[in-house]
T-cell receptor
Framework: KQEVTQIPAALSVPEGENLVLNCSFT??????LQWFRQDPGKGLTSLLL?????REQTSGRLNASLDKSSGRSTLYIAASQPGDSATYLC????????????FGKGTTLSVSS | EAEVAQSPRYKITEKSQAVAFWCDPI?????LYWYRQILGQGPELLVQ????????DSQLPKDRFSAERLKGVDSTLKIQPAELGDSAMYLC??????????FGPGTRLTVL
């Protein structure tokens, strides 16, 4: 059974710092991996989608990497801002298009000004 | 920009009452998902539709939960009767071809 773990569970940093969020999964046979942002009491906003054949994806100050063989992904946030404060969720899809996502519990990030 | 719509955004109900949630996916998205997210946890799949057909409902508590997508467009999730443990965020997502999933704002259910 696929399990997704996110470390750390919570992280507090001062504004301007670069940071890395970690995600690990137990079964390397994934179709893709998606990083989401969730603000308190809100739905999920997709940040980056990495296909199993890709190594990384970038969007603005965000960079996500994927090492499928070791079952790991990282989300790198450059020059953090208070507006980045949210919970970041990692999710993987099994090795079939269209199957549901399996989520980690998330990392709650707080960026202080 | 097209979005997944959900209503209501918040629902407070008493134990043993019936509740229903509605989801309208992004136009043209054939795959629709309902997830449940308990506070502090990641979302977990309840049911997945491909057009009007159920693809996966293995985690749906079928004694009290039901879901339908009659015309392959919008969908309704129902709970009857609601229990205290059903308090959670109910999230709907859609996908055009089984790739990236797009989520709605969710319905926050509180059962008293």
């Amino acid at each position: 059974k696929q399990e997704v773990t996110q470390i750390p569970a919570a992280l507090s940093v001062p504004e301007g710092e670069n940071l890395v969020l970690n995600c690990s999964f137990t079964d390397s046979a994934i179709y893709n991996l998606q990083w989401f942002r969730q603000d308190p009491g809100k739905g999920l906003t997709s940040l980056l989608l990495i296909q199993s054949s890709q190594r990384e994806q970038t969007s603005g100050r965000l960079n996500a990497s994927l090492d499928k063989s070791s079952g790991r992904s990282t989300l790198y946030i450059a020059a953090s801002q208070p507006g980045d404060s949210a919970t970041y969720l990692c999710a993987v899809r099994r090795n079939q298009a269209g199957t549901a996502l399996i989520f980690g519990k998330g990392t709650t990030l707080s960026v202080s000004s | 920009e097209a979005e997944v719509a959900q209503s209501p955004r918040y629902k407070i109900t008493e134990k043993s009452q019936a509740v229903a949630f509605w989801c309208d996916p992004i136009s043209g998205h054939a795959t629709l998902y309902w997830y449940r997210q308990i506070l502090g946890q990641g979302p977990e799949l309840l049911v997945q539709f491909q057009d009007e057909s159920v693809v996966d409902d293995s985690q749906l508590p079928k004694d009290r939960f039901s879901a339908e997508r009659l015309k392959g467009v919008d969908s309704t999730l129902k709970i009857q009767p609601a229990e205290l443990g059903d308090s959670a965020m109910y999230l709907c997502a859609s996908s055009p071809s089984g790739s990236e999933q797009f989520f709605g704002p969710g319905t926050r259910l509180t059962v008293l």
